[in-house]
């Protein structure tokens, strides 16, 4: 849920700030690495990873409780 | 708190899909048109990051028979759905023109150049969803809206509307990323704010945004229409939806696989192998389904498309990346989670409530020059389209006979919404609005969820309203951006407590009503339940559909 800013790739063009409509990066200044000011509201739907224009500079990180239940192939006892 | 003032024809809350279609015709009509987006209109309502099924009749392709078409639908997708056959004939005659109007924007509604019928219905029986590329659709919307001249005000709540008498004369909001109040002077209202998805406990305790729909979807539309005086309908008629654990995310006809348990039996009896063409259609027929395997002592229940082939793989993952499910696929990637290999284990979503805003074919609710439209109305993608569009139309033409009526800078909305921010701003400690969100989800999913009797509902709606005067009187914000998650949870509240009352008067078992107390089903009672305040006291019937 929470993105996850790679301050060393981020060209600091705030395409994400300017997308989100949760608005995780309240408060995030232009020309700065933005701030991830409120996690919790991240719906992740992936908003900002696709506007970023550069791969890797942003990401998701789903959340434990929101991770995916599988069916596992095997399970040891 | 300072005041910005806008003057424009019609004036369109939410920009969604029913929003932006609504200003792309009221526009095209001619009027000035305003849409007020509480978020990003690139990147907003439930059709964010794309969708691909839209419900259409194509007469080429479906034949003279346009009945058997609906009747068809009314056993598949719109099965759930409380409102009138007319408003469904209506979308029905007029979803191909969208089509094709989409089309020619730029939103590709063709697979390989011809139509492609697939999902959402039964094998050997007539297919009613087209599959269409909508990934980049709120993109094309918006650009097509501001080729019209349509300006877009994004990062604005509006939470009330204004009167002066009995006419819609605008509305008043508040600006999320600085403390401003907004008041917009229209001669024509669209409400299009979505559906309301926080008011019941969400799929994952404590993380109260895990919902298909996103974050922003507060029932911010029907609340401020409720307060003016229109009609709501049936908000204690619930759904549920059925999709991935515990990533919660719709589009479960965009799957190509087969319900199975642990051991590899079939939940249904539609398909046993995964089937592109039809999916498995048990996600329809009961979204129940995972739920009551659990109870039963079955459970779990897979979504199981270990059978694909491969390029039916890659046709759902084509599809999957237009219905908005790239983080979830691109999680998985990396995590090594397969279709191919790996069930993914279904569930029955929470409950979701908050009703309806009642409106007719020409999008008009029971207040003059205020329409709705899209899932505050009669939703789904094709259906928020259809009347949007015929919301904008209409408006457009009230608008254009109407005289703009000033709006007094002492109008009383104004000023009750200016004292409640000043005071949720001003506090130094209080509940925030997180605190309160979940004091009502919790409320509500104990006291009118999935059991309803009247010694319960008596409890919960007199704990709410506790709650509610509590948040009115103490709930805080840091900046404006919490102080607009405090209003959706009034506006919440609001609906939550109306809820309680419906629920009560409707003296039957239903659907997901489901009242011990009054066990079966009462025929007569198949209508609209209609809710509306006149003078501060809500006033309760029943309408024929």
Known sequence: ?77 | MKEERIKTDVLCIGGGIAGLMAGIRAAEMGADVVVAEKGNVLYSGCGRMGNDHFETYIPKVHGPDREAWIDELLRTAKGEILIGKGLLKTQFMKAYDIVKLWHEWGINMKYKKKWEFAGHSFPGRPMTHIKYEGRFQKKVLTRQAKKRGVKVINRVMIYDLLKEGSKIVGAVGVKTREDKIVVINAKAVVLGTGKCSRLYQSLTPGWIMNDGHGGTQSGDGRAMAYRSGAELQNLEMPQRHIGPKYFARFGQATWIGVVKDWYGKPAGTFVTKPDKRYGDMICEVNKLAPEQYTQQGKGPLYMDCTDITKADHEYMRHWMDNEGYPAMTQYMDKDGIDFRKHPIEFTTYPLRGGGLIVANEKAETSLKGLYAAGDEAFGDISAAAVFGYIGGENAAKHAAKTKHIAIKKTHPRIKKLKQLADEIRGRASGPEWDETNIALMQTMSDYVGKVRNESLMLQGISHLRMIKKKAEETMIATNSHELARCLEVINMLELGELTFLMALDRKETRGLHNRPDYPFTNPTLNMAHVIRKVRSKNEMSWKTY
């Open chain 1, 1 to 77: 849920m929470p993105p996850v800013i790679n301050e060393e790739e981020c060209i600091k063009c705030n395409k994400c700030v300017e997308i989100c409509s949760e608005d995780v990066f309240f408060g995030s200044k232009k020309g700065e690495i933005p701030i991830v000011r409120y996690p919790r509201e991240c719906v992740h739907f992936n908003g900002c990873v696709s506007v970023c224009p550069v791969p890797g500079a942003i990401s998701l990180r789903i959340p434990l409780p929101v991770q995916l239940v599988y069916k596992p192939e095997k399970v040891d006892l």
